[in-house]
């Protein structure tokens, strides 16, 4: 085993953080119970903030980024894993308070380790990831609720995003009726389409300033947006619907008012990725296993190499990106 290995550390000099590919050493690494060594990793909105420095997620430098990571064990002072385990990590703090998977090799604390199911490669763990981690919590949350496929269709926000696609692709298979909405119809299009979506309305038509109530339309959704993108959804979920909320691409604004939830019985679901209990991220991935077609994931998602995710945390950041990114971090 190599001692050396590449990584993409950010840094803060002067005020400003800025992320550059450095070889590091095991010995560079935290001091965790499992090594792992790394296949893939990820760029999802939360990193793009981290290594652009647009926020300021990173809280402690020098930090090794990425919130997600899948690869093998190679050593581990817990009796529970073993070197040649599949494994994987999504948020608990990975990028902020704790090296990411933006490394060939990382030390990671047990407790925060997922067994891989055996139907995803680590490539396709990945393509999946934290984004689409967060969408199976959304589906869960809404079919908790009680929410049928015959109750009315479900809208899903910032549609052609990392989310967004997941989102479509397992409401679709369950059987519900998906309307998705994104600020590029046109280019988008094929795509949610593809994945399942039945209706594709523009971000503008609920990206502005609601009514207190609106026609009643939504059984549920799925947000990723906030700001009035979710007060609009807010206003147009029928009696007794939910709202999940997972994101804040437009903004961590909510310029809505109580009368869907007094009036119509709204529920308004937030749903926590990073440190949601390990029985509840157990359950996503069990159910992704059982829901996602693998042919249909290749639709959503590239691979490209370490090197390109500053280029990519920017792109992200200004809507260019459609679907998932993969990193291969050996690449």
């Known amino acids: 085993m190599s001692n050396t290995f590449n990584a993409l550390v950010a840094n803060k000099v002067d005020g400003k953080i800025?992320?550059?590919?450095?070889?590091l050493s095991l010995s560079d690494l935290p001091d965790e119970d499992v090594l792992v060594d790394v296949a893939y990793s990820t760029v999802n909105y939360k990193d793009g903030l981290a290594m652009t420095g647009t926020l300021p997620i990173c809280q402690k430098f020098p930090m090794v980024g990425g919130i997600d990571l899948a690869g093998t064990v190679v050593e581990s002072r817990n009796a529970k894993f073993k070197p040649g385990d599949r494994v994987l990590v999504n948020g608990y703090g990975l990028s902020e308070r704790h090296w990411g998977g933006y490394a060939?090799?990382?030390?990671?604390?047990?407790?925060?380790?997922?067994?891989?199911?055996?139907?995803?490669?680590?490539?396709?763990?990945?393509?999946?990831?934290?984004?689409?981690?967060?969408?199976?919590?959304?589906?869960?949350?809404?079919?908790?609720?009680?929410?049928?496929?015959?109750?009315?269709?479900?809208?899903?926000?910032?549609?052609?995003?990392?989310?967004?696609?997941?989102?479509?692709?397992?409401?679709?298979k369950l059987g519900y009726e998906v309307t998705a909405s994104t600020g590029r119809v046109e280019d988008a299009r094929p795509l949610l389409e593809a994945l399942g979506a039945t209706n594709i309305i523009p971000r503008d038509q609920l990206a502005r300033a609601p009514g207190p109530l609106e026609k009643e339309t939504w059984a549920a959704a799925v947000d990723a947006v906030g700001d009035t993108t979710l007060a609009s959804v807010l206003a147009q979920t029928k009696y007794d619907g939910i709202v999940t909320?997972?994101?804040?691409?437009?903004?961590?604004?909510?310029?809505?008012?109580?009368?869907?939830?007094?009036?119509?019985?709204?529920?308004?679901?937030?749903?926590?990725?990073?440190?949601?209990?390990?029985?509840?991220?157990?359950?996503?991935?069990?159910?992704?296993?059982?829901?996602?077609?693998?042919?249909?994931?290749?639709?959503?998602?590239?691979?490209?190499?370490?090197?390109?995710?500053?280029?990519?945390?920017?792109?992200?950041?200004?809507?260019?990106?459609?679907?998932?990114?993969?990193?291969?971090?050996?690449?």
């Open 18 to 23: 800025s992320a550059q590919l450095q070889q």
């Open 104 to 172: 060939q090799k990382q030390r990671v604390k047990s407790e925060f380790l997922v067994r891989v199911p055996q139907a995803f490669s680590f490539e396709q763990t990945m393509a999946i990831g934290t984004a689409g981690y967060t969408s199976m919590l959304c589906v869960l949350a809404i079919q908790d609720h009680g929410v049928k496929p015959t109750d009315g269709p479900i809208i899903v926000t910032g549609a052609a995003g990392g989310v967004g696609t997941v989102a479509i692709m397992l409401l679709s």
């Open 245 to 331: 909320a997972c994101g804040l691409a437009g903004s961590p604004n909510l310029p809505a008012t109580v009368m869907p939830f007094i009036l119509r019985s709204v529920t308004l679901r937030g749903i926590d990725s990073v440190m949601a209990p390990l029985a509840r991220r157990q359950r996503a991935w069990d159910a992704l296993a059982d829901l996602i077609e693998l042919k249909v994931l290749e639709k959503i998602y590239r691979v490209e190499p370490l090197s390109k995710v500053p280029e990519i945390a920017g792109a992200i950041l200004a809507g260019k990106i459609k679907g998932r990114v993969v990193v291969d971090v050996n690449a």
